[in-house]
Nanobody
Framework: QVQLVESGGGLVQPGGSLELSCSAS????????MAWYRQAPGMERELVAL??????EYGDSVKGRFTISRDNAKNTVYLQMNSLKPEDTAVYYC?????????????WGQGTQVTVSD
């Protein structure tokens, strides 16, 4: 009952920037937390950044380079990625913890590819 639509992925050169966005829609009563995860080939999915009422959290590898922000009116979360490195290449997934029609749930987006390469 909650749909997530991601956008903003693509190919960028090392040192470049990208912004990802993820909009949540459906029978949403409230959103407790919004986050971005990523998964590179052969690797486990890892937390990139999270925003909740308690604050924000970043993965160690992206601190100082990535910024997560949220527009509560639009149920949208953004990830501004600067100083991108080849090791940032991965599929990036939006993650939302929300109270919707059937109660509390955790929802995932379909993923968007980010490739950092010359």
């Amino acid at each position: 009952q909650v749909q997530l639509v991601e956008s903003g992925g693509g190919l960028v050169q090392p040192g470049g920037s990208l912004e990802l966005s993820c909009s949540a829609s459906g029978n949403i009563f409230s959103i407790n937390a919004m986050a971005w995860y990523r998964q590179a080939p052969g690797m486990e999915r890892e937390l990139v950044a999270l925003t909740a009422s308690s604050g924000t959290e970043y993965g160690d590898s992206v601190k100082g380079r990535f910024t997560i922000s949220r527009d509560n009116a639009k149920n949208t979360v953004y990830l501004q990625m600067n100083s991108l490195k080849p090791e940032d290449t991965a599929v990036y997934y939006c993650n939302v913890h929300a109270i919707a029609g059937k109660g509390y749930g955790v929802y995932w987006g379909q993923g968007t590819q980010v490739t950092v390469s010359d």
